[in-house]
């Protein structure tokens, strides 16, 4: 059995971390030991660690559910980096790159195979998984599993009956958000056994979220307002450029005491910036998304955004850096019309056009699957439009993806445009 000690050094040596962040170790025991695990932990305290780590003591390969093939690559290509050996198998990828990453599944050279859930229901795909020993399996974003939850996704739904083809190799679930009602239904759903919960995720009721719409040149002021009231203090203001930044520091610091914070800034000053924040000198960082990360102060009342972030999932991230002490708090997100154009490009990209989804969903059938790029192909789709359109048919439960490649239409009627247009609106 793996010591506590030998996990630390398996901590430096892979992944380069000094120590444990909060509440890592006694997941990573439990996991080791080969307990079912349930971790409810806020987003950027380090979930993937808690699965990785023992993934990698208990030797063998393990199985990584994700809900989206963005998170995905972008979790594999970070381990890639730090030498592990991970496959994925998705539809972004060609026929014979899946075949080739099932080929060093079964030779077991992969320390990590990522899927997207809908994968677990091809014929066979389980059965290929069982012909070796799974180390575990992670379930990452595992309130996707709950019709209570926010993020409802029915290929999540069917797991549970899945996974049992693959006991009784431990699974861990993982995420940020669950009520008490979605986690009695994670555990129930995946059939989680004699599970070790460790519950560390907390709804932020003492978070009040603010949007306000207001022209750029009006910002600076409102700002300056707000934060007069020294009750809305201390805070942290985030700019979308370091210039931005810059010039709102030096003038609320004719106020109060505030400071810029951003990469342009030599590290001794930035070290400074936050050594002051944290013990309350400096009362106001004004600063680009370079600050935040790993920032624990307990006390900030206010966050503000003078611009949209780039993301949900950052904005989420940096709004709960206000009020770790569970004294009320505010968010006030500030925007424009013109700043959800600078976003647009993204969004699209995470919601492609419904034309290019409907395309592709008259090009499927139930009948008859196709592979993907012969169907991109009879589309006349380049790469960059088909892919996230495709990806987004998949995610809405439209169309089906086989670990060859091959697609499918699943959906019943075209309800899903309506909840489509409502999230992209
Ligand atoms: P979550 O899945 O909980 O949202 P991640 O697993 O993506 O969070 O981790 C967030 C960040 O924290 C990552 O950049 C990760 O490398 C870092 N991290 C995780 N554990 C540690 C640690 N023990 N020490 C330092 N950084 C860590
Ligand atoms: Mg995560």
Same mark, same amino acid.
């Given at each position: 059995?793996?010591?506590?000690?030998? #996990?630390?050094?398996?901590?430096?040596?892979?992944?380069?971390?000094?120590?444990?962040?909060?509440?890592?170790?006694?997941?990573?025991?439990?996991?080791?030991?080969?307990?079912?695990?349930?971790?409810?932990?806020?987003?950027?305290?380090?979930?993937? #660690?808690?699965?990785?780590?023992?993934?990698?003591?208990?030797?063998?390969?393990?199985?990584?559910?994700?809900?989206?093939?963005?998170?995905?690559?972008?979790?594999?290509?970070?381990?890639?980096?730090?030498?592990?050996?991970?496959?994925?198998?998705?539809?972004?990828?060609?026929?014979?790159?899946?075949?080739?990453?099932?080929?060093?599944?079964?030779?077991?050279?992969?320390?990590?195979?990522?899927?997207?859930?809908?994968?677990?229901?091809?014929?066979?795909?389980?059965?290929?998984?069982?012909?070796?020993?799974?180390?575990?399996?992670? *379930?990452?974003?595992?309130?996707?599993?709950?019709?209570?939850?926010?993020?409802?996704?029915?290929?999540?739904?069917?797991?549970?009956?899945?996974?049992?083809?693959?006991?009784?190799?431990?699974?861990?679930?993982?995420?940020?958000?669950?009520?008490?009602?979605?986690?009695?239904?994670?555990?129930?759903?995946?059939?989680?056994?004699?599970?070790?919960?460790?519950?560390?995720?907390?709804?932020?009721?003492?978070?009040?979220?603010?949007?306000?719409?207001?022209?750029?040149?009006?910002?600076?002021?409102?700002?300056?307002?707000?934060?007069?009231?020294?009750?809305?203090?201390?805070?942290?203001?985030?700019?979308?450029?370091?210039?931005?930044?810059?010039?709102?520091?030096?003038?609320?610091?004719?106020?109060?005491?505030?400071?810029?914070?951003?990469?342009?800034?030599?590290?001794?000053?930035?070290?400074?910036?936050?050594?002051?924040?944290?013990?309350?000198?400096?009362?106001?960082?004004?600063?680009?998304?370079?600050?935040?990360?790993?920032?624990?102060?307990?006390?900030?009342?206010?966050?503000?955004?003078?611009?949209?972030?780039?993301?949900?999932?950052?904005?989420?991230?940096? *709004?709960?850096?206000?009020?770790?002490?569970?004294?009320?708090?505010?968010?006030?997100?500030?925007?424009?019309?013109?700043?959800?154009?600078?976003?647009?490009?993204?969004?699209?990209?995470?919601?492609?056009?419904?034309?290019?989804?409907?395309? *592709?969903?008259?090009?499927?059938?139930?009948?008859?699957?196709?592979?993907?790029?012969?169907?991109?192909?009879?589309?006349?789709?380049?790469?960059?439009?088909?892919?996230?359109?495709?990806?987004?048919?998949?995610?809405?439960?439209?169309?089906?993806?086989?670990?060859?490649?091959?697609?499918?239409?699943?959906?019943?009627?075209?309800?899903?445009?309506?909840?489509?247009?409502?999230?992209?609106?």
């Amino acid at each position: 059995m793996t010591k506590p000690t030998e #996990l630390a050094s398996l901590l430096h040596q892979t992944f380069g971390f000094a120590e444990f962040r909060a509440n890592q170790e006694a997941v990573c025991v439990a996991a080791v030991e080969g307990k079912d695990v349930l971790l409810v932990m806020p987003t950027g305290a380090g979930k993937s #660690l808690c699965y990785q780590l023992p993934a990698i003591a208990r030797g063998g390969t393990a199985l990584v559910i994700s809900p989206l093939i963005a998170l995905i690559d972008d979790q594999a290509a970070k381990m890639s980096a730090l030498g592990l050996k991970v496959g994925r198998i998705h539809s972004g990828l060609s026929r014979e790159e899946s075949r080739q990453v099932c080929r060093d599944y079964l030779d077991g050279t992969l320390q990590f195979l990522f899927i997207a859930p809908e994968r677990m229901r091809v014929p066979g795909f389980a059965a290929m998984l069982a012909k070796r020993k799974l180390s575990l399996i992670a *379930i990452d974003e595992a309130h996707c599993i709950s019709q209570w939850g926010h993020d409802f996704r029915p290929d999540y739904r069917t797991l549970g009956q899945h996974l049992q083809a693959l006991r009784p190799t431990p699974v861990m679930a993982l995420t940020a958000t669950a009520t008490t009602e979605v986690q009695r239904d994670i555990v129930l759903q995946l059939g989680l056994q004699g599970v070790a919960k460790f519950i560390h995720g907390f709804r932020r009721t003492n978070l009040a979220v603010e949007v306000i719409e207001l022209s750029k040149p009006e910002r600076h002021a409102k700002v300056r307002e707000m934060l007069l009231n020294p009750e809305r203090r201390p805070a942290i203001v985030y700019a979308p450029s370091r210039k931005d930044a810059d010039a709102m520091a030096s003038a609320l610091a004719v106020e109060f005491p505030a400071a810029a914070y951003h990469a342009g800034l030599d590290a001794g000053t930035r070290e400074r910036v936050q050594k002051e924040f944290l013990a309350g000198r400096i009362e106001v960082v004004v600063a680009t998304v370079a600050f935040g990360m790993g920032i624990d102060k307990a006390d900030v009342r206010t966050v503000i955004h003078t611009a949209a972030p780039s993301s949900v999932e950052s904005f989420y991230q940096e *709004i709960g850096r206000a009020g770790r002490d569970g004294k009320p708090s505010r968010s006030i997100l500030m925007y424009s019309f013109l700043d959800r154009k600078t976003h647009e490009f993204f969004l699209e990209r995470d919601y492609p056009p419904l034309d290019t989804l409907s395309k *592709i969903e008259r090009g499927l059938s139930r009948e008859n699957e196709i592979h993907a790029d012969d169907l991109r192909v009879k589309l006349k789709m380049s790469m960059d439009e088909f892919a996230p359109a495709m990806d987004r048919l998949v995610a809405q439960g439209v169309a089906s993806l086989d670990y060859s490649g091959n697609v499918a239409l699943i959906g019943e009627d075209s309800s899903w445009r309506k909840g489509y247009e409502a999230q992209v609106n």
